[in-house]
């Protein structure tokens, strides 16, 4: 167990709502409870899990289905492989319009019933055993039993309650449940999500401190509060269900802002880092160290990810040097014409070797995301090994020493020259490609040297530098330096 009991003696937070429907929400007589066809809507939750029905309308789960890239990465993938994808996208996005017989490659979704689309309530808590560790490897109950992290679920007539250590973001078996659909391996058995296996190798999947998926992905409300709008229950934590993580949706959708304040919330407290200027003047090093995601980052699916930093260097009003300054439309140069461009993400190559876009093709694969942390004790050497270093420029001299420095870090979702691709091919609208946000992680940090109150010599240069932060990043300790694609663009 990574977290302790809170009040009433109840497991402090969850990933599911556990507690059933009283008569008061339903009409139902007690002897009945909702047929299946009923549970299948999330509108009928919504009547007594009105919190975690709007919540959950507003999430990206909700809008699996939805999403207008998946949508046009799955017709672009059934007609490049002749339909050999089959329902490789659908069965994590629409699993139940899968599991019902009422699609086979997802093609056909806007014939499909709402309440058969997207990651829903009845999807997620009839989950029953995790079969394996990626795509989508779950099987669901059918009697019709709603799980969740209560030992003590309130009786009701809607539906059977009953716990799941599946469903117990309290539990370290609940990871297994998130991994099972977030950790993806294609054809060519290429692992291109691997967020659960991320997870598995950092502190936070074992040592006191860490934390589940759930723990760090539904945000638990400080106060008691009755998990159902009906008499009868009491006061418990509860947790939210909008599941903020870095995507977006990109078509209007419910809570818009509220997602994206907090998928900024999450980017903010992401990582640590530095910066920091040699006493000559000549060169730059940025440091970032990944200290909250629980995972690498980015994660997910890296192929389709843009990170990278900016810099600017400056003497007096005038720009000495620049590298990864956005596009007009958010995006980052290219390293053709910005070879010090520090981007991470991964690259995805077919056989040949040449660089591909599409996850269907990748039989390749070259990465360099900030790794997860290791252990959260300092004694310990692997303390440092996310403690990432990157030189600016990286074979010059800085034309001019500045006399002020700042760096931001940008992030795309997905990256836009995806999306142009997928434009081309004529399956997605290009209206789609301009909602495309570039977000920041973390706030611009500046250099001067009146705020550079940290120095370190570095053993590569043997040069002293001194450094700025506004985190608890400690510029003494040892640091790695970054990996840099050989192979991609």
């Known amino acids: 167990m990574i977290r302790t009991r809170g009040a009433m003696g109840v497991l402090s937070t969850t990933l599911a709502i556990s507690v059933a429907v009283p008569l008061a929400c339903t009409s139902k007589s007690t002897d009945a409870f909702l047929s299946r066809d009923e549970m299948l809507d999330p509108q009928a939750c919504s009547k007594c899990h009105a919190d975690h029905y709007k919540e959950w309308s507003g999430s990206m789960h909700a809008y699996a289905a ?22 490789f996208c659908v069965k994590c996005h629409a699993p139940l319009a899968v599991r019902d017989g009422l699609t086979k490659d997802g093609l056909d979704l806007a014939s499909v019933p709402a309440n058969r689309k997207g990651v829903t309530c009845f999807f997620c808590h009839t989950v029953d055993q995790v079969t394996g560790t990626h795509d989508a490897a779950l099987t669901s109950g059918t009697d019709l039993t709603m799980r969740g992290e209560y ?13 799941s250590a599946l469903h117990d973001r309290d539990q370290l078996e609940s990871a297994r449940m998130c991994g099972a659909c977030h950790d993806i391996v294609n054809g060519h058995g290429q692992s291109l999500e691997r967020t659960f296996a991320e997870w598995q190798t950092s502190v936070f999947s074992h040592a006191p401190g860490g934390a589940t998926c759930g723990q760090c992905h539904m945000a638990q409300g400080a106060n008691l509060e009755p998990i159902a709008q009906a008499p009868g229950v009491f006061a418990r934590r509860r947790h939210a269900h909008t599941f903020a993580a870095v995507d977006l949706a990109l078509t209007d959708f419910p809570q818009r802002d509220t997602q994206r304040a907090e998928v900024q919330a999450q980017l903010d407290k992401t990582l640590q880092s530095a910066l920091c200027v040699g006493a000559t003047g000549g060169q730059i090093k940025v440091m970032l160290d990944n200290v909250a995601a629980g995972h690498s980052f980015p994660s997910g699916a890296v192929q389709d990810r843009r990170l990278w930093v900016e810099v600017t260097a400056y003497a007096g009003a005038d720009v000495v040097y620049r590298s990864g300054a956005p596009a007009t439309d958010g995006t980052p140069i290219a390293r053709s014409t910005d070879p010090d461009l520090w981007l991470m993400r991964d690259c995805i190559f077919d056989a040949a070797g040449k660089e591909v876009h599409m ?22 050497p692997r303390f440092y090994q996310t403690h990432i270093v ?26 836009t020259d995806v999306l142009d691709d997928l434009v081309a091919s004529g399956d997605l609208d290009p209206a789609v490609r301009t909602k495309m946000a570039t977000l920041d992680v973390g706030a611009l940090l500046e250099w001067t040297a009146a705020q550079a109150t940290a120095t370190y010599t570095d053993a590569t240069d043997h040069q002293l530098y001194r450094c700025v932060t506004d985190t608890n990043f400690n510029v003494v300790s040892d640091r790695v330096p970054a990996t840099n694609h050989t192979r991609c663009k």
Do not use: C, I
């Open 66 to 87: 939805e999403d207008p890239v998946f949508v046009a990465m799955n017709k672009r993938g059934q007609r490049e492989t002749n339909g050999a994808l089959g329902d």
């Open 151 to 163: 030992k003590d679920p309130v009786a009701n007539t809607a539906h059977r309650a009953s716990y």
């Open 359 to 380: 996850f269907w093709q990748a039989e390749q694969l070259e990465s360099n995301v900030l790794p997860g942390q290791a252990t959260f004790d300092p004694t310990d």
């Open 390 to 415: 990157q030189t600016y420029p990286r074979a010059a001299q800085l034309p001019k020493a500045p006399d002020r420095v700042t760096m931001r870090v940008h992030l795309q979702p997905m990256g």
